[in-house]
Structure formats: C-alpha cells, structure tokens
C-alpha cells in the first residue's frame, strides 16, 4: 500500500491536493466551519431551498409515512406512490411525457446514456461535459467523439461522417464549471438534420432557467421527440437524486434498460415528498430567480472581464494557476468568505479559478462585501 501515500504527496506537490471542508450545520448562504460563520458562495443551492422549512418539513412527514429506507430496489418493492408523484409532477414540470428518478446524477446519467447506447452507435460529446457523461459515454461501449466546446461546425462535420445505427448528441445545458449556457436550438436542428437524438444535462438549469424554473427547455421554449432530459435534484431544488424524461415511452424503456435503476436501492421515499413540496416552491415563487439575476448582474457590472462570460449563477473568476488560485481562494477564507478554487482535472491545466455560485439565499449585502474582498 506505499503507493497510496506516494500518490497523495505527488498529488500535493502539484497543489492539486483536494480537501473537505466540514460544515456544522445547514447548506445556506452562511455556514458554519469549525467554529466560524463564513459567507458562502460554493454550493449550488441556488434557489436556498436546501434548508427550507417546508421542505425538511415534507422529508418529516415521509419519514413519518414511509420510514427512512426504502429498503429494496423499485424492482423489487423498494417502490411507492410517493416516488411516482414525484414523477409525474417532474415530467409536467419541464413538459415531457414521462419521467424516472434516480438516486443522484451521477447514476441518471450512467443509467440512461447506457441504456440507450450500445457498441454499433455513437456519442457526439461536448468536451467540456460533466465527468458523469465521460464515464457514462465509456461505459455504454458506444464509439466517443468530443467535439470542441460549443462548435457547432465540428459538430456537424462528426455527425455527416457517422454510419452509426444511433447517434446521439450529448451536452451539458448550462456548463459546470464556466456557467456558459449550450446553443441547445441549434443543437437540436443539427440533431433533426443528421437524426440523432440529444441528451441533454441540465443539472444548473433545472429550477433556474425558464419563467417557472422549467429549465433549459422553456428557457428555450423547445420540445421534440428527440430529447432525453436529465435534470439533478440536488441542486437547485435542494433535495438529492435526478431524474431522466422524455417521450412517452422513454422512462418505461429505462425501468427495462438502465442498471443504475435496476441494480440500486431506491430512493428513500421522503425524498420524494421532499421533491413534491420543492417543486411547489420553485415553481411559485418566482422571485427568488429573480433576484438571482439581479445578484448575476450586480457581480458582473462590478467584475467585468475579470469573469468569464455567463448569465447563470456559475460564475467563474479566472485565476490561471493553481497555487493562485490557492492563495486567493485562503485569503478570502481570512476575511470570512468561502469560495472554492477550481483546478485541474475538473477544467484544464492552467484555468484554474475561483467558481463563484450565487443563490438567492445571498442578500446585496453579501455580494457587496464578496465584490469588496475580490477588488
Ligand atoms: C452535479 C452534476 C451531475 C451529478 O449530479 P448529482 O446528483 O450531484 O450526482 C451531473 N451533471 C452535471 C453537469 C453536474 O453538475
């Protein structure tokens, strides 16, 4: 076992060591860290629903109702009413016919790219897409092409040049670490023209995006029978887990096909409640993306180009270096605020930053002083 600490110490000596912080209470946008209120702008509770009364609230009366375990598989008997609420409810909420949860994102992802994928077909896969959809495109033995992010001509070129039986277009909506939002219409036409379904990962844009928190797709007001939605719920809509959803048939086939469904234990059914009474919150109470745009803009007249170009609460302050960003990261941790740096192998070698997450949990106040600190 020698090399595990060879690795950790050459993993260090590079500053690329990562570390937990220890929370001692609640995501919000103050915590509490060893002792000390900090600030936060590291989570992605963007809408401040992960502590919201009405939702521990609603994981009560679950627990209450169903326990904490769900004790099986959905296959077996793990499987409630409360789960299949919160999945019709999900479906109507971003305007899809049907809809499946999972235990996280990570596992959504896995489950459904694996399933609708196989070695005769192909992945056309943004190269600055989320590690779960790499893993996943891996996994499903189909063939990968990345594509330089965003370009939509490389795109094209791909798809032109592919005799595969299925292809299949694969984007985060709203990309993770540079907050930048995917040209999805477009996307979408290169998809109806080459017939290739895309699938799309919206776990920033689910509750953020669109009048009602729809996401990505009523931000864009699109639909079409060629889309796979996963949106994550432990995000924005502060819960856990994530959901797949698309035509009519779609979570059907996965319940048959994707084993991240079928080889897991399901989702505790408060969760489920928990999912209900946020979809609840997140669809009325529209002023809370509201005032995230007013924090986005407030940041971005005060930072300018310091920033990397993005209209969502993912904004990245670029450093270059990671021992930079290190010390930038410590010395706003002096002055009580807590933003995370981010290195490499989450964004390539010599873009290290400082990923800025807003919530509407922040009040202007919080901005100002985060404003302050970084001038
Ligand atoms: C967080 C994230 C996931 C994983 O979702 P979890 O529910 O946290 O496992 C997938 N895709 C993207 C783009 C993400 O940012």
Redesign the pocket.
């Given at each position: 076992m020698d090399f595990l600490a060879e690795e950790i110490s050459r993993i260090e000596s590079a500053g690329l060591l990562r570390k937990r912080r220890r929370l001692e209470g609640p995501q919000g946008a103050r915590v509490e860290v060893e002792g000390r209120i900090y600030s936060s702008f590291c989570s992605?509770d963007y809408l401040g629903l992960a502590a919201h009364p009405k939702l521990v609230e609603a994981a009560i009366e679950g627990a209450g109702r169903y326990g904490v375990g769900a004790g099986a598989s959905h296959l077996l008997c793990g499987h409630t009413d409360a789960h299949e609420k919160a999945e019709s409810a999900l479906a109507d909420f971003v305007g899809l016919a049907s809809a499946l949860l999972?235990?996280?994102?990570?596992?959504?992802?896995l489950g459904a790219i694996t399933a609708l994928a196989e070695r005769q077909d192909e992945l056309f896969c943004d190269r600055l897409?989320?590690?779960?959809?790499n893993d996943a495109a891996q996994l499903s033995r189909a063939k990968m092409v990345r594509y330089r992010h965003l370009d939509l001509e490389e795109l094209e070129s791909r798809l032109a040049g592919s005799a595969a039986r299925r292809k299949i277009v694969v984007s985060?909506?709203?990309?993770?670490m540079d907050g930048d939002i995917a040209p999805v219409p477009e996307l979408l036409e290169l998809c109806e023209r080459y017939d290739a379904l895309l699938f799309l990962?919206?776990?920033?844009g689910f509750g953020v995006l669109g009048g009602h928190g729809g996401g990505i797709l009523s931000h864009f007001d699109i639909s079409s029978p060629r889309i796979v939605y996963?949106g994550?719920?432990?995000?924005a809509a502060g819960v856990?887990?994530?959901f797949v959803a698309g035509c009519g048939n779609l979570a059907q086939y996965l319940v048959q096909k994707a084993k991240t469904y079928v080889y897991t234990t399901a989702q505790p059914a408060m969760l489920a409640e928990a999912i209900l009474a946020s979809l609840e919150i997140i669809g009325g109470e529209s002023w809370r993306r509201e005032r995230l745009k007013s924090h986005v803009a407030t940041l971005k007249s005060a930072l300018g180009n310091r920033l990397m170009p993005s209209d969502t609460p993912i904004q990245p302050y670029v450093v270059g270096e990671n021992q930079a960003a290190l010390d930038l990261s410590a010395r706003l941790r002096e002055r009580g605020i807590l933003i995370p740096a981010i290195r490499q192998p989450t964004v390539p070698a010599g873009t290290a930053r400082l990923r800025i997450s807003l919530s509407a949990a922040h009040g202007e106040e919080e901005i100002g002083d985060l404003v302050c600190a970084l001038k």
């Open positions: 992605n999972f235990s996280t994102g990570y596992m959504a992802n897409n989320h590690a779960s959809l985060d909506a709203v990309f993770s990962d919206d776990a920033h996963m994550t719920l432990g995000k856990a887990g994530a």
